[in-house]
């Protein structure tokens, strides 16, 4: 598909960088487990880590589709079209959640990043892949700008994550110690 080659640079970067981020955010989550856990944190942490990895994952896979040597645009729409409805059902899970948990009361920024900026992402997966029958240039931004949305929020609530954990829960276990 020639509309798509021109995009293998972009995947390569945001794709690599993607994987790179979810295999960093393994060995974040394997050191903070050293912290106790308090309260409800593995309801928090549905809520707030998990999503992270999923938008992550959202971008490799993204970026897999974009690389693959497909035909025509059709099936790559359709997959765009499937990973924006998941994700968008997603997101709205994971509104529930954050409602759900007790462990942190959450302030505008993680709403806007846990669930308004994701679902948007989502939602222009889901609306490029309907735009990809009448405008495929139109749609291939779309789903790049998607992409590079997911990519920012992703590393936006891994660093929120890691600077709560450090603070909250490192600065509580520094101060029980001799």
Known sequence: MTALTGWGNFYVIVGSSAGALIGLQFVVITLISQFPVTGDMERASSAFATPTIVHFGSVLLLAAIG???WHGIVAAAISWGVLGVV????????????????AYSPQFED?????????????????????????????????????LLLLIIGIHNAWDAVTYHVIVSGGSQRRREP
């Open 67 to 69: 690389s693959a040597p």
């Open 87 to 102: 994700g968008a059902i997603y997101v709205v899970i994971v509104a529930g959640r954050i409602r759900k948990q007790q």
């Open 111 to 147: 709403r806007l990043f846990h669930v308004l900026l994701p679902f948007g992402g989502y939602a222009t997966l889901s609306g490029s892949a309907y735009a990809a029958r009448s405008n495929v240039g139109g749609a291939l931004f779309g789903v790049g700008a998607a992409a």
